[in-house]
């Protein structure tokens, strides 16, 4: 396969038969045993991520890490708690493996989500760039922002924007009725479900990852106390 790894386990019994076993299956580990080295080293294709580090929280490495990479993200875990599962996948993961686990069931895990990767990256490549326009006076205004609720495609501009299944619920609410202000307990009820019991949070590490993926703070208000809103004008469909 060629595809290199990253793993993040601080655990030497768990991590060098794991690495000699993807080795076996083409893959190519580079290990580190601490969340600090993790973030601070090349991601390669894929990052394995423990969350019992020595130093931090696995949960606060896959935030640290979606902050600034979209590499596929598989947690291992002996924490198969559902919280720590949901918020996982919530904050950017793409899988999550509950210790003891096969080494084949995990490269099938691996080349699972590197392929559903390259395929939302090759559907994300835009169209050719129009002939520029003449020259204008510089602009930091966003927009325009299209929300394609059939297919669930966003684009900014002539850029379409990958979201994750709930960044995308939580765009298409907030676009039903824009400059309208949704409560963050309204918004929990739509996007989550109106029993969610998992942490509040996870509804502003969501909108921080909408604000930076949509390239704008000023696509989503806050209204302190309050909840959220989109302030800007929306477009329909996308292009066809």
């Known amino acids: 396969m060629g595809l290199r790894v990253l793993l993040i386990e601080d655990d030497e019994t768990i991590a060098e038969p794991l690495a000699e076993g993807l080795g076996?299956?083409?893959?190519?580990?580079?290990?580190?045993?601490?969340?600090?080295?993790?973030?601070?080293?090349?991601?390669?294709?894929?990052?394995?991520?423990?969350?019992?580090?020595?130093?931090m929280d696995g949960i606060d490495v896959c935030r640290g890490i979606r902050e600034v990479s979209d590499?596929?993200?598989?947690?291992?875990?002996?924490?198969?708690?559902?919280?720590d599962r949901v918020l996982g996948l919530e904050l950017g993961a793409d899988d999550y493996l509950a210790k003891p686990?096969?080494?084949?069931?995990?490269?099938?895990?691996?080349?699972?989500?590197?392929?559903?990767?390259?395929?939302?990256?090759?559907?994300?490549?835009?169209?050719?760039?129009?002939?520029?326009?003449?020259?204008?006076?510089?602009t930091h205004e966003p927009g325009p922002l299209a929300v394609?609720?059939?297919?669930?495609?966003?684009?900014?501009?002539?850029?379409?924007?990958?979201?994750?299944?709930?960044?995308?619920?939580?765009?298409?609410?907030?676009?039903?009725?824009?400059?309208?202000?949704?409560?963050?307990?309204?918004?929990?009820?739509?996007?989550?479900d109106p029993f969610y019991e998992g942490p509040t949070k996870t509804l502003d590490v969501h909108v921080a990852s909408l604000r930076r993926k949509l390239g704008h703070p000023a696509w989503i208000q806050t209204l302190r106390g309050v909840g959220f809103r989109l302030a800007v004008h929306t477009g329909g469909a996308g292009p066809a």
């Open 24 to 55: 076996h299956f083409g893959l190519t580990v580079d290990h580190v045993t601490t969340g600090t080295e993790g973030l601070r080293a090349p991601y390669g294709d894929v990052v394995l991520l423990d969350l019992g580090l020595p130093d």
């Open 71 to 83: 590499v596929p993200i598989v947690i291992l875990s002996a924490r198969g708690e559902e919280a």
């Open 101 to 138: 686990f096969s080494v084949r069931e995990l490269v099938a895990r691996v080349r699972a989500v590197t392929r559903r990767t390259r395929r939302a990256q090759e559907a994300a490549v835009p169209p050719p760039a129009p002939a520029p326009a003449p020259a204008a006076a510089a």
């Open 148 to 192: 394609d609720r059939r297919t669930r495609q966003v684009w900014v501009g002539e850029d379409q924007v990958p979201l994750t299944p709930k960044e995308f619920d939580l765009l298409a609410l907030l676009t039903e009725d824009p400059g309208a202000v949704y409560s963050r307990q309204q918004i929990l009820d739509r996007v989550w």
